[in-house]
């Protein structure tokens, strides 16, 4: 296992900066999750790790070494691409051995390391096959297969699963999980996806136009967003984020927030349907089975409220809502949690 920090590190092109001097600690044997909108820096931050891409200031430490001027072969690091790469005219077998064959591993180690990774992942019956003849989860097996014969304590993964439909990437997201859990893997996960990020992180790092918007457990971003940002790329539906006037009141109305500040964030699961309360007119409707999402004007402001699928509301119904004080967020004018 080997812990992973970045100090300082920045990456520009001439004009335009990739990433701002970023500090980043990655513990050993822990699922690291670089979480963000495209062109955020995640892929970058990953590609420096990786010695791909080199950084224009800034160290890279793998177990406390400096491997900021080595290449990606020194790294003692393993990757996991998007679209696999894997070589059509190869053997399921060849593909996972292809990386020690190059390094000259002797053949009967080959042939351990591949029954034991060929084993974990369930691909032993498919040792024969080309990767045309396997579905997309089979593909991203033996991508997996070829980074765990290689016994690096570093895995890093570029949004592996994006290219699998629904149903497969959960059941895969499950078993990367358990898989980094059995072996004490440290991985470096880049995708866009929260539902990945908040599922399988122990760590995420939420980036934002190259700089950390915050990084910390996903309960923490989820209970106490930093900014903004976080509030609102954080959970689904995102959080309510409705504008305050000077004294505290929701904009528009009489409602007094309970905070002092700029924005007032409210998470749409925490506000509740009551006999009294905050007065509110429901918009709109959405159904989701087990879950209403409700559209409701306060003021000029609207809130989305996460209700029970039993519940019958209406277009236009008056309704009453709640919520505890502690579920109440301020910001303040530069998108900063106040605390």
């Given amino acids: 296992m080997s812990s992973i ?20 600690q990655i513990q050993s044997g822990s699922f690291c999750v670089l979480l963000g909108p495209s062109g955020c820096g995640k892929s970058t931050t990953l590609r420096i790790i990786a010695g791909l891409e ?24 393993a990757m996991v691409f998007q679209n696999y790469a894997l070589f059509p005219h190869l053997s399921v ?42 579905s997309g989860g089979q593909q991203q097996r033996v991508a997996l297969g070829r980074a765990l014969v290689a016994q690096a304590t570093v895995c890093l993964m570029d949004e592996p699963l994006s290219n699998l439909d629904a149903q497969l990437r ?10 980094q859990q059995k072996l004490g893997l440290t991985v470096v996960y ?5 539902t990945e990020a908040m599922s399988m992180a122990d ?5 934002n136009q190259g700089r950390v918007e915050q990084a910390g457990t996903p309960r923490e971003l989820y209970a106490r967003p930093a900014t903004t940002f976080a509030a609102r790329f954080i959970g689904t ?30 998470r749409p699961e925490a506000i509740t349907l009551a006999a009294d309360g905050v007065p509110a007119v429901v918009n709109s409707v959405e159904y989701l089975g087990a879950d209403l999402v409700l559209r409701c004007a306060v003021g ?21 809502l709640r919520w505890a004080a502690d579920e109440a967020h301020g910001f303040g004018a530069d998108g900063r949690r106040i605390h």
Avoid: C, Y
């Fill in 5 to 24: 920090a970045l100090n300082g590190v920045a990456k520009s092109w001439g004009d335009s900066t990739a990433l701002h001097a970023v500090d980043l």
């Fill in 54 to 77: 080199t950084a224009t200031q800034g160290q890279v430490l793998i177990d406390g070494k400096n491997v900021t001027d080595l290449p990606p072969a020194q790294r003692g690091i």
């Fill in 93 to 134: 077998a060849d593909n996972i051995t292809f990386g020690l064959s190059v390094r000259k591993v002797p053949a009967a180690e080959s042939a351990k390391r591949l029954r034991n990774a060929a084993e974990l992942l369930g691909l032993s019956s498919l040792l024969a096959r080309r990767p045309g003849q396997l």
């Fill in 170 to 179: 959960q059941d895969m997201r499950r078993e990367l999980r358990e898989l």
């Fill in 190 to 194: 880049v995708t866009h996806d929260q």
């Fill in 203 to 207: 760590q995420v790092v939420l980036l």
């Fill in 237 to 266: 539906p995102p959080m309510n984020l409705v504008a305050l006037e000077a004294d505290g009141r929701i904009a528009g109305s009489d409602v007094a927030s309970g905070v002092q500040a700029t924005q007032l964030g409210v």
């Fill in 300 to 320: 000029s402001e609207v809130l989305l409220v996460r209700a029970a699928g039993q519940h019958a509301a209406t277009p236009g119904e008056r309704v009453h």
